[in-house]
């Protein structure tokens, strides 16, 4: 267990940068629209005073509540 | 209804106060109006109330998913400001003002509008050299704008700690003396009671689940209390504005986050105008009542939740006690969180759209309480006419694809540092 004031936040894990020589448009995509989900959101915290490991969490946007916590290349096993 | 004077005051006092009437109706809906506005916050009401008074639209329905007053229209720190270094945005936010000045007026409701003076307090020469930068500006767009020394700053709020051995001492400052405060509870309140009195029906209790197709166009909303109706359907619900267009199949440059504010039980006068720390994030001012009442950063992860986190607590108090340490002292009485609608430049979005029948309201970052009436004022225009009025012709949902960001920080495309 660490304390909330080790991380900082990143962004949403499920963002897919596009290829270098995509369109304009997915990049507007990419830069400026969210899913902005109310409810579990998949997202990347840096722990930045830590270890500053990137990490990926599950987060219920409504409640705070987590749900899983892997490295970034893991996915939850089962569908939570 | 009756209006609100001294004489009805008094009348109402000598019938000891039996024949005060509900301030505003509790209609059901109707099956159609000509216009719905989803949200009753201060946005939403104020929008309705120009639709009826300035453009004659009084078949309209505004439809709150909780009571008024009771989203973020409640849980701001009530500072009314339009100091502001863009064009689009000092023009948008001065005509506001405007709207300030007269809102009781022209509402019959005092909404205790206290123009006490907004202060950014610098703390080094650079940083006043960007405030008297923007102080430049704002004259230029007509907005007054005050330099201040350190000794200007001092005599104007002394309980700011000017001693020798403060971490952050005082540099100058920028003041917009026409700037201040105004009673948040009471604007919403006199928006509802006039939108109402022109014939617009306020329904509380009333979530909107979907919306209503007819082939490409949105000709309704379906809601807990059923379904209703319009042509024209509005949206000004601030952090909650990605999940009804999400039903719409889109994506907003939007994120949700959380916002906390702090009030401490009344004192005698301590803090005489707006002050913001320029070292931190930390800007304070005291209602009328005494309560002195402050607010800092966002949390910093998105969130629904209308609660933040202590660490953000604790940062926002550092901020304060650095600038004020006699803070320390003061009794916390309650603390509050607002889910805002933080956009990717920091401006906000008042525009046609994104789908036919559908009009956007939204992005207000942590500003949304101080543009009340100009946005309510642009979003009733642009709803009207079906075009947007120039005060409000910039801020579109297609300029971050176009790259005309309004982006007063020069941040970038960030939601959560505006």
Not at chain 1, 2 to 30: L, M, S, V
Request: net charge neutral.
């Amino acid at each position: 267990m660490r304390e909330h004031t080790e991380f900082t936040y990143g962004e949403d894990a499920n963002r897919q940068k596009p290829e270098i020589d995509a369109p304009i448009e997915d990049w507007n995509t990419y830069i400026y629209e969210r899913d902005n989900v109310a409810g579990y959101h998949m997202e990347y915290w840096h722990h930045a005073f830590g270890c500053r490991a990137w990490i990926k969490v599950k987060r219920d946007t409504q409640t705070h509540a987590i749900l899983w916590v892997g490295l970034p290349q893991e996915n939850p096993e089962i569908a939570l | 209804m009756g209006k609100y004077n001294a004489l009805s005051i008094f009348w109402h006092a000598l019938c000891r106060h039996k024949y005060w009437q509900r301030v505003w109706r509790d209609p059901q809906p109707k099956l159609g109006y000509d216009a719905i506005i989803v949200g009753g916050g201060g946005h939403g009401l104020a929008t309705a109330y120009y639709l009826a008074k300035n453009h004659g639209i009084t078949n309209v329905a505004v439809l709150e998913k909780g009571y008024i007053g009771g989203g973020n229209a409640g849980r701001n720190t009530t500072i009314v400001r339009s100091n502001y270094l863009l064009s689009d945005n000092a023009r948008f936010y001065e005509h506001g003002m405007n709207l300030w000045r007269t809102m009781s007026q022209d509402l019959n409701f005092n909404v205790m509008f206290s123009p006490r003076g907004v202060l950014n307090i610098a703390h080094t020469n650079a940083q006043y050299d960007v405030f008297a930068r923007r102080a430049n500006a704002m004259c230029l767009n007509g907005i007054n704008a005050e330099l201040l020394s350190r000794e200007e700053v001092l005599d104007r709020e002394p309980i700011i700690d000017g001693s020798a051995t403060t971490r952050f001492p005082v540099w100058g400052g920028i003041l917009q003396p026409l700037a201040g405060n105004a009673r948040h509870d009471a604007v919403v309140w006199a928006y509802a009671r006039g939108a109402d009195q022109l014939g617009v029906d306020i329904i509380q209790n009333c979530l909107v689940t979907d919306f209503i197709h007819h082939g490409e166009r949105i000709v309704g909303v379906k809601t807990t209390r059923g379904d209703i109706y319009a042509h024209k359907i509005g949206l000004a619900v601030a952090g909650n504005t990605s999940c009804l267009t999400s039903k719409l199949g889109v994506r907003l440059p939007i994120e949700s986050h959380v916002l906390q504010a702090f009030v401490t039980e009344p004192y005698k006068p301590l803090i005489n105008g707006v002050v913001t720390f320029g070292a931190g994030h930390f800007y304070v001012s005291q209602s009328d009542k005494g309560g002195v009442v402050f607010g800092g950063d966002i949390d910093g992860y998105n969130t629904y939740a209308q609660r933040g986190n202590l660490p953000v607590f604790e940062d926002v108090i550092g901020g304060g006690l650095a600038l004020m340490p006699c803070l320390s002292r003061l009794k916390l009485l309650r603390n509050w969180g607002g889910v805002m609608d933080m956009s990717m430049d920091g401006s906000p979005i008042i525009d046609i759209g994104p789908v036919d029948g559908i009009y956007l309201n939204t992005g207000w970052c942590y500003g949304g309480f101080k543009a009340t009436p100009a946005s309510g004022w642009c979003f009733a225009y642009t709803i009207a006419n079906d075009q947007a009025h120039k005060l409000n012709q910039a801020y579109t949902l297609n300029r971050f694809a176009s790259g005309y960001t309004i982006d007063e920080k020069g941040a970038g495309p960030y939601p959560k540092v505006h």
